[in-house]
C-alpha cells in the first residue's frame, strides 16, 4: 500500500459517518441505475423476441425494378438512348423458390419461408369477423418462427396431414367461440369455404392474435385465387443484430426489397430507448446525490485537516502527492460503493424477476421480465466514477494549494 493511499484511507476513516452517507449514496445509484436498465431492457427483449419469432428477422418483399427513359442522341441521329430514371416495385415475390435458394446461401440465413396472405372474412355459428389468411409450408415456416412454441390449444400433427385444417389465433378463437375440432366458413374473393380448427397460437401481440390464421399453402393459393408467387419470404437469422448489413446485401443480389426488423419495428425500439434513457436520467440523481455528499466530505475534511497538510507539505510531499490523497479517498468510496452497489443491483434484479405480472397485449408474460446484462453494471460504475471523481477535484485541488506557512500564519484560504 503507498504513503498516499494510507494516509488518504486514515483521513477518510476519520470522518466515518460522512463517509457512510457518500458510500450509501453510491450503492443507491449504481444499484438504482443497474435495476432500472435490467427491467427497461427485459421487457423490450422479450416484445422484439415475440415479434422476431412471428414475423421472422428479414422480409423479402416486392421486386425492384428499373425503369428506363429513352432521349435522342445529340447530334439530330435516328438512333435512341436509354437511360435509368428510377425504380417501381412489382408487389409480391414472383419465383419464391428461386428467391429462398439465394437466400440460403447467405451465411447468417437459419431458414426462410414463403408467405402468400389475403383479406378473408371469418363466420362461425356466432359471428363473423375480418382476418388475414397466411399460407406457408409447415416445416419451412417453423424454422423461421416460434410458432410450434405459441400453440396455446390443439397441436400441429392435423394440420400437416388435412388442407382443410387450419390454425387460428387466441383473439379469433374467443371471438367466435371456436375450439378445436369445430368448422367455421372462411370467405375471400366471393367463395367461401368450410375449415377445421386444428390447433389455437398465441403469440400476446394482440394485433397479431386477432387477425391471422395460418392455412396451408397450397389451400391459400386455392383460396386467395393465387396460382404462383408468394407475398414474402419469412427469414431468420442465426444473428438478428445483423439484419441490416444482411438486408443491404440481399437488396443487391435478389433485387427485391428487403426489410430488417430493426427497420420494421423502429416505432417500438424508439420507445423502449426513450424509456431507458428517462429512467437512466432519473436513477442518476442518486448518482449526483453520492457525488455532492463526497464533495461535501472532502471539503470538511481539507479544512479539519489543514495542520495534517501544512506537516505533510513540510515533510517535502508535492502538491501533487496532496491531490491524490484526496483522490484516493474519492476512489475507496468509489471502489467500495460499486462492488456493493453492483451486488446490490443484481439481488434486488433478481428479486424483482420472481414477482408475478401478467401483461397481454403486446406480449404475453406471468413474470416481471429483466435482462442480465454486464453493460448495466459498466453503464453504472462509469456513471459513478465520472460523477464523483469530478465532485472531488475541487476540494482535492485546494488541499493541494495550501502553502505551511500560510497554515501557520492562519492565512490559508
Known sequence: MSNNLRIGFRFLTAK????????????????LFVVTQATTSGFKVV????????????RVEDRIQDTMRSMSAPGGSDFQILQKEGVQYIEGVEEPRRVIAAVREFTNVRGASAVLHGNVQLTSSFRSTDAQAYGVQIEDHLQVSDLAQQIAAGNLDNFRRSPSDVIVGRVIADRLQLAINDWFTVTARGESRRYRVAAVFETGVRDIDRARLYVDLSEARSLLKRPSGASFIQVSLFDPNQAPADALRM?????????????????????????QISSGITVTVFTLIASLAMFNTLAMIVIEKTKDIAILRSMGYERRDITQIFLWQAGIVLGIGSALG????????????????????????????????????????????????????????????LEPGDIVRGTAQ
Open 16 to 31: 466515518k459517518r460522512a463517509m457512510l452517507m457518500s458510500l450509501a449514496c453510491t450503492i443507491l445509484g449504481v444499484g
Open 47 to 58: 416484445f422484439l423476441r415475440t415479434l422476431l419469432g412471428t414475423n421472422g428477422a428479414i
Open 251 to 275: 437488396t443487391e443480389v435478389l433485387s427485391h426489397s428487403v426489410t430488417p426488423w430493426q427497420k420494421r419495428e423502429e416505432v417500438w425500439l424508439g420507445v423502449f430507448d426513450a424509456l
Open 342 to 401: 453492483a451486488l446490490f443491483g443484481a439481488a434486488v434484479t433478481f428479486a424483482v424477476s420472481q414477482l408475478p405480472l401478467s401483461i397481454t397485449g403486446i406480449f404475453t408474460t406471468s413474470t416481471f421480465q429483466v435482462a442480465w446484462d454486464p453493460m448495466h453494471y459498466f453503464e453504472a460504475v462509469a456513471t459513478a466514477v465520472v460523477m464523483v471523481m469530478v465532485a472531488s477535484i475541487i476540494p482535492a485541488r485546494r488541499a493541494a494549494r
